[in-house]
């Protein structure tokens, strides 16, 4: 068998990381001229202040954006890109979940590049040469942002779309856990549950391989152990390190593989309403597993022994002790209760979704898609 395992970008690791920011951003940015995509909540909470004076006493010209609001839209990505430009900066820091993570990797391409993001919407065009190097550091411990090399925003029409390239990867990721420690409980639980699901989709679907189970095991290892301990505890750092990790090792995996059915129902009900991407995901997992359980592969299995289940069979028990333990309620926003489940399926049926629609060794036909829809909408609040 071959398989490539791509790179992993550089990390520093625990509890005081964020301490390096200033002078690790000072060796990444020869002109001294750094763009900051932020979290908004960030400057809320007057947390983003000391670290642009961090940047600042490192000797660099700080130009900050926090015009997010939601997952990242095309929109948001370009106008940080047009402020990066303005002050000619020559790297990115992203700081934040998710959203800030994504924006600001895609900022890194068209800063030199094309100023719409949708030019490199589903790959439609190649990145340019040049790239800006970037610098992670997530506050929420979830979607893998960090790790992998693919950005998710959403273009005019609402639809989540997605670009990649390896150049998008940071040249350096802070996980700093006690940044992850305010964050509410159940946006902790649904960020971390999503970093599950990304493991296990990453070591399960038709495009594993073993580079990429040795990463998702990982991952689906420390998630396991520590959520439950993060529910109890919030603010055990060791824990919340461990969340970290887990969800970084799952974007190394995601990132060599990509992920599969949860994600495309994910994807399709975020077209549809707002919605937590993480809660989303978990929701789709839910509604999908069983059908994957009564469909074992050998993958499967391996999945289900990292988790600590005997076997295949016993994952959806473990799926719902899971959410149990983590103390989130699994529910669409009211947003959704008019949404029917044939525009839900019709939505999972895009070609944005397509490769993970089409991931596992059998797809699910029209009728079983329809099924997961009907028993995602029927949570919604």
């Not at 189970?213 to 529910?231: D, E, K, Q, T, Y």
């Amino acid at each position: 068998m071959r398989y490539s395992t791509g790179t992993i970008p550089a990390t520093l690791c625990g509890p005081g990381a964020i301490d390096r920011l200033g002078p690790e951003a000072a060796a990444l940015s020869p002109a001294g001229s750094v763009l900051l995509v932020a979290d908004p909540w960030l400057q809320a909470q007057g947390r983003l202040a000391p670290l642009e004076q961090a940047l600042a006493g490192a000797g660099l010209r700080v130009t900050a954006f926090t015009g997010l609001s939601g997952e990242p839209k095309s929109t948001q990505v370009a106008a940080a890109a047009a402020a990066g430009r303005a002050a000619g900066a020559d790297l990115v820091v992203g700081i934040g979940g998710g959203s800030a993570l994504d924006t600001a990797k895609l900022a890194t391409a068209c800063i030199p590049g094309a100023p719409d993001p949708m030019a490199y919407a589903l790959a439609a065009a190649p990145m340019p040469p040049g790239l800006l190097p970037s610098l992670l550091v997530p506050t929420t411990a979830g979607t893998g942002a960090e790790s992998c090399a693919t950005c998710i925003f959403s273009g005019p029409d609402g639809r989540k779309l997605w670009a990649w390239d390896p150049g998008l990867k940071p040249r350096l990721v802070l996980l700093d856990p006690a940044l992850t420690v305010s964050l509410p409980r159940d946006l902790t639980a649904f960020c971390a549950l999503d970093a599950f699901v990304h493991a296990f989709e990453a070591a399960t679907n038709a495009r594993t391989h073993p580079g990429a189970a040795l990463h998702a095991h990982h991952a689906l290892g420390l998630i396991c152990a520590a959520l439950p301990r993060v529910a109890e505890a919030p603010g055990d750092l060791a824990a919340r390190e461990a969340l970290l990790l887990g969800a970084f090792h799952a974007g190394v995996a995601i990132d060599m593989c990509g992920t599969a059915i949860a994600h495309a129902l994910s994807h399709g009900a975020a077209a549809l309403a707002p919605v937590q991407h993480g809660l989303a995901t978990a929701l789709g997992f839910g509604v999908s597993l069983g059908w994957l359980a009564a469909r074992p592969t050998p993958q499967v299995e391996a999945a289900a022994r990292a988790c600590g289940c005997a076997g295949a069979a016993a994952l959806p028990g473990f799926w719902e002790a899971l959410v149990a333990r983590s103390g989130a309620t699994l529910a669409l926003p009211a947003a959704f209760r008019g949404v029917s489940a044939e525009a839900l399926t019709r939505a999972v049926e895009g070609p944005e979704c397509a490769p993970m629609l089409t991931a596992h060794a059998e797809t699910p036909d029209r009728e079983t898609l329809l099924g997961f829809a009907a028993a995602m909408l029927a949570t919604a609040a």
